[in-house]
Every structure is written in C-alpha cells, then in structure tokens.
C-alpha cells in the first residue's frame, strides 16, 4: 500500500504530490471513515492553490454524506478550536504550514481537535488506496454552510489572559493564516499593534515562512526601533510562534519553551512534554519549578498525543509548536503569543531579564551522509557503541533514534526520514564540551557506515 501521510498530514508540490484528484480522495476517504455521515470544519491558508483544493475536499465530504463548515481563511489552530466548539466530528485544514507558496497539504483533526495519529491516518489510506470510499444517494448528499469562528475564537483566547498594561507588540504573520486575526487578538487583549506581512497573500511577498532568525530580521529591526515589548513571528499557518526580545533578537526557541512550560505548572508533578531534541535546559527550568519532563518523538502529533496518555499540563517543541491542552489539544500559535505577554506581566519583568538568568547551553548539529540500506543496521547498534563510548553515560533513551544522556550533557542521533543522512545533535554547558560530544560520537558513526 502506498503512503499519503508524512509527519504532519499530507503534503507536497501542488500538481505533483498534492492534486485535486487526490483531494477529493481524500474527502471522500476521510467520510467514509466517518461513517458517511456529520459535520466536518475546513479551514484553509491563503495558498493560491487552496480555494481549489478546499473545493475538492469539500466536494470529497459532500460526496461521502458529510455536511461541511467551511471557515475560509483561518489558523490551523482555529480549526481544532472549531471542531471542539460545534461538538464537529472532525476538522481539515488546508495548508502547508511553513513550506514555500507551491506546496500546499492537507492536516485532519479528530473530534477533540487533535491531529490525526499515524493509526487513524493508515485508516484514512486504507479506504484511499483500496478506493473503499462509498458515494452517497441523491438524497444524503451534504451541505455547506460558511461560517465565521473568528470572533468566538477570539473571545476563547482573550478570554484566557488578564493583562495590567498596554503592551507594545509587533506581529510578523509572513502574510499567512494569522495575518487577520493575531493583530486583531493582539488589540483586543489591550496591545499596541504594529503589524508587517499582516496582510494575507498566498504567493507570501513579506518573507520566507520559516519563522528562522535569518528571516526575522526585520521584525528584530522594527521591535527595536519602536522600542517595544514584544516581537512575534508566525509561520504560514501559526500553528508556531516565534518570540523576539524587546532588545531586537530572536529568542532561543528551547529557552522560550522553558519558561513557557514552567508557567503552566500548577502543582508538584505536573507532567509536560517535549521532544528528544529539546534542550536540558527545559528539564531544569521544569523540575526547578517541580514538575516532570516526558520526552518523545519529534513533530507535534506525538506531543499531543503524549499529553493525552500522560494527562500532562504543556507540551512543546523548541521550533515554537506548543499545545496548552487546558485550551486545545493542537498547536497554538496564538495562544502561545498571549501566554508569553501573560509572563512578562505577571513577572513584571522584560523577555530577557526573563531569560538571562536560565542556565547556559549550547548546542551543536552535524549530519553524516549514510546510504539508505544502512540506516537500519546502523541504528540498531548506535545505542551499544556510544555507551561504550562515553563512560559518562547515565542513560538511554530510544523513543525517536538514540539519545544518550550523560553526565554533563547529551547527544542524540537520529537517522533522517527522507535524506541518505543520519543526524547528530550534541548539547552540553560549554562550546568546547558540546564539540568534544558531538565529534566523538561521529567517530562511532563514521566507522559503522
Ligand atoms: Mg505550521
């Protein structure tokens, strides 16, 4: 059977992996797994080629007995708010998150509006691929009702934070799904907005979407000439949010999430979770705070499902993708925005003073090209050889490739899903320590390819 799904719904290069043949597949795939029947929310970013894939889903739906939702332009974090708020039996939500305008993809969102897991999306590519899917009656055919969830979503937001002061905050939305909406929450919760690439355009002429440093520039720029509080950064869909300090640079994304997940710690034991490539940092700001810290796999359906399992109260990933499951069960970047405005009031302190005292680390990357027939053999036997290795060792975790703690820092190796590569990451409290990890542990590699 072939595959349709990567790590975050299906996605492509519209016209190649991502047709409206497939689209409506999917629709119709996704009804018949639904048992022909209920309301499904569709939401979409501005893509050029998204009015016509949502007319292929949708049509896809219809055809299966679904009625639909259709919310237009909207967050990705909108549509699981959506699903949740109109008791929905699920959501899909067109969009390609951070890739370039000729991608586009397709994200669904059970009835609790979290994503898709690996097992309900082999469902939907069973019926796919087995053409499984079955054509509604004249009569049963589904309904489209269009639907503004934009002010309630609003409210459900704002509604989560009390702030004592008009922050002043710049919004950079990369002309994407939050260009409309982070500014207007931004104002109702009492900010002074300035807002750049706020203005939806699905060919994105502001910036790259990738929310990285080197495409942030600007928005440093901006923050620091009008004196704000705050920068913010999106990616394509703001499922992500990114946070530049009121000095004008971007902050680390491992430190952010730090703080982010410490301050939703109520009680002693509160579980939160992050992924295996996420900074020691998170783990000592955590138990400072007496919490726990669960890792798993990298990509935000793991996360949220670990949440689920755990009953964990935050979970997170360094890129900006964070689930305050108290809220929704998927990514929000826009609550992730308002949470980070509630910290600085609350502490009455600026983002880097906020920062500044958390431990140092550093962190370090390589990738060692590695034919794709090795990968396994490698992987299976990485764990044996670096405990060998490193004396230090003080423990093995296997929950996505092979993250070997040690002592005074870790390395983790991880081989690629779609490259001839195997990928290192090494971190510890100095440059010098992290590269002696890193360089050892490519040593091991290097004589097991
Ligand atoms: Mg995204």
């Not at 082999?122 to 589904?142: D, L, N, P, T």
């Not at 001839?420 to 440059?431: D, G, K, N, S, V």
């Amino acid at each position: 059977m072939g595959r349709l799904f990567g790590t975050s719904g299906v996605r492509g290069l519209v016209g190649k992996q991502i047709t409206p043949e497939i689209v409506i597949g999917l629709g119709q795939s996704l009804a018949s797994l639904l048992g022909n029947s209920g309301t499904v929310v569709v939401g979409k970013d501005p893509r050029t080629s998204s009015d016509m894939l949502e007319g292929c889903l949708i049509s896809g739906l219809l055809s299966g007995g679904c009625d639909v939702k259709r919310l237009g332009v909207v967050p990705t974090p909108a549509v699981s708010f959506a699903v949740k708020s109109l008791r929905a039996k699920a959501g899909a939500m067109i969009t390609a998150s951070h890739n370039p305008p000729e991608y586009n993809g397709v994200k669904f969102f059970d009835s609790s509006g979290m994503a898709y897991t690996p097992g309900l999306e082999s469902k939907v590519e069973r019926i796919y691929f087995g053409k499984k899917w079955r054509q509604a009656s004249w009569k049963e055919i589904g309904e489209v009702e269009d639907l503004d969830i934009l002010e309630d979503y609003i409210e459900a937001l704002v509604g989560t934070v009390q702030l004592s002061r008009d922050y002043k905050v710049v919004v950079d939305c990369g002309n994407g799904a939050a260009s409309l909406v982070t500014p207007r929450m931004l104002r109702e919760a009492g900010c002074k907005v300035i807002s750049l690439n706020s203005q939806p355009d699905g060919l994105f002429p502001g910036r790259p979407l990738e929310p990285s440093s080197e495409n942030l520039v600007e928005l440093c720029r901006v923050v620091r000439s009008t004196e704000s509080d705050l920068g913010i950064a999106h990616d394509g869909d703001a499922d992500r949010v990114v946070i530049v300090s009121e000095n004008g640079s971007v902050a680390s994304g491992d430190e952010v999430l730090a703080i982010v997940a410490s301050s939703q710690l109520t009680k002693k034991g509160d579980v939160i979770v992050t992924t295996v490539d996420a900074s020691k940092v998170v783990d000592e700001v955590v138990v400072n705070g007496g919490g726990k810290v669960v890792r798993t796999k990298v990509g935000d359906v793991s996360v949220a499902a670990e949440i689920n399992r755990r009953g964990a109260v935050f979970g997170g990933e360094p890129c900006g993708a964070w689930i305050f499951p108290r809220f929704s069960m998927a990514p929000e970047g826009l609550l992730g925005a308002l949470k980070v405005l509630e910290l600085l009031d609350v502490s009455e302190k600026k983002i880097s003073e906020l920062l500044e005292p958390l431990p140092q680390y550093y962190m370090l990357r390589e990738k060692l090209a590695c034919p794709e027939e090795k990968k396994a053999k490698v992987m299976s036997a990485v764990s044996k050889k670096l405990v060998k290795e490193f004396s230090e060792t003080i423990g093995v975790l296997k929950v996505d490739g092979v993250r070997v703690e040690l002592l005074d820092g870790w390395v983790l190796v991880r081989a690629s899903g779609t490259e001839p590569y195997i990928r290192l990451t090494a971190e510890a409290r100095t440059p010098g320590r992290a590269e002696e990890i890193l360089k050892k542990a490519a040593k091991v590699l290097k004589r097991m390819r």
